[in-house]
């Protein structure tokens, strides 16, 4: 993926048939922090589906309500639903032009979706998103194979080492788990 949005952190762990979604609470506008508990990550159809986002917010809340859309026209099947957001955003000539990434995740899968029409399942059980997402997903993926840690535990300490070493991140993280 080519994007990379300054300002967030978004991670997704499952481990041990538990599923944890994580994002930081910092908005920031240029160089100046601007929001410090912002919440990027809630939950759509029905409460079954995890979506954190990163990127520009208005885009983020729009492409949220397309999924919760996709997910209600096909009955919950996330994978579905993903695939057919993926294509009409990166064919549709307004929404093209959003600057957004999105996880969202329910209690079997775990998808990226962007705007080049990427639909993409991690390997692991990790994935994360935004500036701090390769420090948190290296730092989950570590505790995951070295561990005795739960998801909700390695999302934590994970988020707290992206905290530590991405500026755009702060530790006001927002949990949200399904089992």
Known sequence: MEKTFHGTTILAVRHRDRLCVAGDGQVTLGQNVVKHNAIKVRRVYHDKIIVGFAGAT????NLSERLDGKLEQYNGNLTRAAVEL????????????????????????MYVISGNGDVIEPDDGVIAIGSGGVAAQSAATALVHHSDMDARSIAEEAMKIAASLCIYTNNAVIFEELT
């Open 86 to 109: 993926a294509r009409e955003w990166r064919t549709d000539k307004y929404l093209r032009r959003l600057e957004a990434l999105m996880i969202a995740a329910d209690e079997s899968r």
């Open 58 to 61: 208005a885009d983020a809340l």
